[in-house]
């Protein structure tokens, strides 16, 4: 990644307190248009993810603007989330499903929440236990087979129980055909914790961010993968971090799908109004305000699509239908 685009993905994290120095030397009709808070104290566990609050913080990107970052180190999501709601963080690197789950009210107490940027794309795996590859599992298809053929307990990891990871391990399941409830054991477990649970068997398989799939970072962080049995590839879907600011908008289909997740798994129990959900937490306008000041490229729809992994195509236009749609699904 190009220095300056490492900068501008990393100073983007704050962009409620970031003010650019052409704009502090004037003043505000209500007066002084210094930072509403010197210290801001952002929460982060430690994946790689959480790269850009960081470092931004370490290079003391923050400084120019007026504030100081104060990163804080969490323990689990559980815990990122009940200090985002009780006000002990300002803000946090944190799981999108994890933060509409507090907004609905469903994992947690209900408070309105902000999203104000992504912060990456891609660097996410679901990894398998080696006593499933012993008995032939390969990938979704065998693991289905095998949970078919032989039957028995098998138990896969998430990080929170309405976060990013459970509902991508949920829906990679059920497209091969295995009810995540039903037909296996779900649990949650803190991402630095995943590997020593893996390696005294708790679970058979889980979905966690990096460096926790693969813990050696570097390779991963330039599109070269190892599936740990035999294959290895380039990828160009690479971890990226800004990707000419097409990694850090907030788009509204983004936060809409993970709403249609959470009603599929039956932690919605009735379809909410999606689109003004999703209006309400992803904060478009001041992402716009602060890409303005960093001259970050936008978008031109708020909307995206995406085909999955099941060669289903999510677009936003009705969620509704897309959520009720399942063949596997909670009723």
């Known amino acids: 990644m190009r220095k300056r685009d490492f900068i501008k993905a990393a100073g ?45 913080s370490v290079m003391k990107f923050d400084q120019k603007y007026g504030i100081k970052i104060v990163p804080s180190k969490e323990a689990s999501w559980a815990a990122v989330r009940d200090k985002l709601v009780n006000g002990e963080l300002d803000a946090s690197h944190v799981l999108y499903g994890l933060v509409y789950g507090v ?28 006593k499933l590859y012993d008995k032939g599992v390969r990938d979704g298809a065998s693991l289905s087979k095998l949970m078919r053929t032989e039957k028995g ?28 409830f039903n ?12 590997v020593a649970n893996m390696r005294v068997g708790n679970m058979d398989g889980y979905c966690v961010g990096e460096p926790w799939p693969f813990r050696a970072i570097v390779a991963r962080m330039l ?4 599936n740990g049995i035999g294959k290895v590839w380039d990828d160009p879907d ?22 249609t997740q959470h009603r ?32 970050t490229p936008l978008p031109k729809d708020p909307f995206r699509t995406a085909k999955l992994m099941d060669g289903v195509l999510w677009d936003g236009k009705d969620a509704r239908k897309y959520a009720g749609a399942f063949k596997i699904r909670v009723a």
């Open 183 to 194: 037909d296996a054991k779900a649990i949650t477990v803190p991402p630095p914790q995943m």
């Open 264 to 295: 599929r798994w039956g932690l919605l129990k009735e379809d909410p109004d999606y689109l003004a959900v999703a209006k309400k937490v992803n904060r478009i306008d001041l992402y716009k305000d602060a890409a303005a000041m960093t001259k």
């Open 12 to 56: 983007a994290a704050g962009l409620m307190s970031l003010v650019p120095e052409g704009v502090r030397t004037g003043a505000w009709a209500t007066g002084s248009d210094a930072p509403e808070k010197k210290e801001v104290k952002i929460g982060f566990i430690p994946l790689t993810d959480c790269s850009s609050v960081v470092m931004a």
């Open 238 to 259: 690479y971890m990226k971090f800004y990707n000419d600011g097409y990694v850090n908008f907030p788009f509204l289909s983004d936060g809409m799908w993970f709403m």
């Open 103 to 130: 907004q609905m009210g469903i994992g947690g107490p209900k408070k309105d929440m902000a999203i104000l940027m992504n912060l990456n794309h891609n660097g996410q795996a679901f990894t398998l236990s080696r």
């Open 223 to 226: 599109g070269r993968y190892d």
């Open 153 to 180: 307990e098998y138990t896969f990891a998430q990080t929170f129980p309405t976060g990013t990871h459970a509902m991508w391990i949920y829906y990679w399941l059920a497209a091969h055909g295995i009810h995540p």
